[in-house]
Structures are given as C-alpha cells and as structure tokens.
C-alpha cells in the first residue's frame, strides 16, 4: 500500500503559478507510475500528466508547455509546477501511484480567477 498527500493548492489570478506537491510513504519500491488527475465540477476526471520510474514523461494537451512534471527520488515526492495559469485549469487535483493497484491523494483545489 502506498500513502499519497498533497500539498499546494490554492487561488490564483489567471497568468499566475502554482506547485503542487504529491509526497509517497508506504510501499513505494512498488511503483511504477506517478503523476496527477484533474477533476473540474461537472466534468469527468482528466489525466493531466505521468513520470514513470524510468523518467518518462507525458502530457494531456491542455497543459503541454505550461505544466511540468518533476520528482526527488531522495524525498519520494512528485511535483506539479504549474505557470501561465487559466481559468479552465480550475479543478481538484488528485496524485496517483501506480504500482501494484492505484493508490490515490486526497486531492487538493486549484483555483483560478479571471
């Protein structure tokens, strides 16, 4: 079983940044896959970006050039550096591991006003 907390959210002005921050206790020689999902109101659940064990790294669309993925292997947390804020990028933010099942945070609420 791995443990997830996250850390980061808040309110911000569009344009503005924010960085998340997902730290892993537990099982973690188990995982495979990191990164994070969005929830929005109303809407279905979006992956937003992944980091396998081996470093590679993928994108939704939406967030490509804006959103960067990291980690410190040391302090076994994932991070979640997010610029030039929108908007539409309102929504709670869930890490995930993957490893042998999916173990989920529990979420935090990014904010962004116009």
């Known amino acids: 079983q791995v443990q997830l907390v996250e850390s980061g959210g808040g309110l911000v002005q569009a344009g503005g940044s924010l960085r998340l921050s997902c730290a892993a206790s537990?099982?973690?020689?188990?995982?495979?896959?990191m990164g994070w999902y969005r929830q929005a109101p109303g809407e279905q659940r979006e992956l937003v970006t992944t980091?396998?064990?081996?470093?590679?790294?993928n994108y939704a669309d939406s967030v490509k050039g804006r959103f960067t993925i990291s980690r410190d292997n040391a302090k076994n947390t994932v991070y979640l550096q997010m610029n030039s804020l929108k908007p539409e990028d309102t929504a709670v933010y869930y890490c995930?591991?993957?490893?042998?099942?999916?173990?989920w945070g529990q979420g935090t609420q990014v904010t962004v006003s116009s």
């Open positions: 537990g099982s973690i020689f188990s995982i495979n896959v």
């Open positions: 995930f591991a993957l490893g042998v099942g999916i173990n």
């Open positions: 980091i396998t064990s081996g470093g590679r790294i």
